[in-house]
Antibody
Framework: EVQLVESGGGLVQPGGSLRLSCAAS????????MNWVRQAPGKGLEWVSY????????YYADSVKGRFTISRDNAKNSLYLQMNSLRDEDTAVYYC?????????????WGQGTLVTVSS | EIVLTQSPATLSLSPGERATLSCRAS??????LAWYQQKPGQAPRLLIY???NRATGIPARFSGSGSGTDFTLTISSLEPEDFAVYYC?????????FGQGTKLEIK
């Protein structure tokens, strides 16, 4: 069974940092690209970042570029999101999601999400 | 950035009725479009990928159509568990973008 479990969320002050993790199991993690998607309270979905299976290709939303860094450790079946210079508007539930692949559009498995609250 | 516009914002229907949800892209996304269902407090669930392919385990009452800039998600006969928020997403160009969502509510 495919499972994605996020952790690392919490309350942080504006300007602070946080590192999110996503532990993957039930599939060959090293064969799949992965994504982070966030959802502010009561709002819609916003794609945040993408990383290819080998980490050779990375993309970011303009809203986080220069502040967030996505990475992965295939040996540990883990995905990460380092978030620096956090702002109030970064408050959201952050989901990790498995990518169907280059030739297909869709994220087929999602974690349950971890809440990040940026507030003084 | 490609903008996806979903309509209507809210759709009020009764169980057993047919639901038609629309997603329009600001430029062509070919068939690189997905649909998701999200219920309160839950993660999104992939329904349709590549515009018209049902994801694993998705009932046949869900179908997707369209290409280029205009896409439709159809639910042929609504079940009580189908009332939720639905999002479209494009993966044609980076950044990937989502529509603002359509809330399907019980009439």
């Amino acid at each position: 069974e495919v499972q994605l479990v996020e952790s690392g969320g919490g309350l942080v002050q504006p300007g602070g940092s946080l590192r999110l993790s996503c532990a993957a199991s039930g599939f060959t993690f090293s064969s799949y690209s992965m994504n982070w998607v966030r959802q502010a309270p009561g709002k819609g979905l916003e794609w945040v970042s993408y990383i290819s299976s080998s980490s050779s290709t990375i993309y970011y939303a303009d809203s986080v570029k220069g502040r967030f860094t996505i990475s992965r450790d295939n040996a540990k079946n883990s995905l990460y999101l380092q978030m620096n210079s956090l702002r109030d508007e970064d408050t959201a539930v952050y989901y990790c999601a498995r990518d169907l692949g280059i030739a297909a559009a869709g994220f087929d498995y999602w974690g349950q999400g971890t809440l990040v609250t940026v507030s003084s | 950035e490609i903008v996806l516009t979903q309509s209507p914002a809210t759709l009020s229907l009764s169980p057993g009725e047919r639901a038609t949800l629309s997603c329009r892209a600001s430029q062509s996304v070919s068939s690189y479009l997905a649909w998701y269902q999200q219920k309160p407090g839950q993660a999104p669930r992939l329904l349709i990928y590549d515009a018209s392919n049902r994801a694993t385990g998705i009932p046949a009452r869900f179908s997707g159509s369209g290409s280029g800039t205009d896409f439709t998600l159809t639910i042929s006969s609504l079940e009580p568990e189908d009332f939720a928020v639905y999002y479209c997403q494009q993966r044609s160009n980076w950044p990937s973008t989502f529509g603002q969502g359509t809330k399907l509510e019980i009439k």
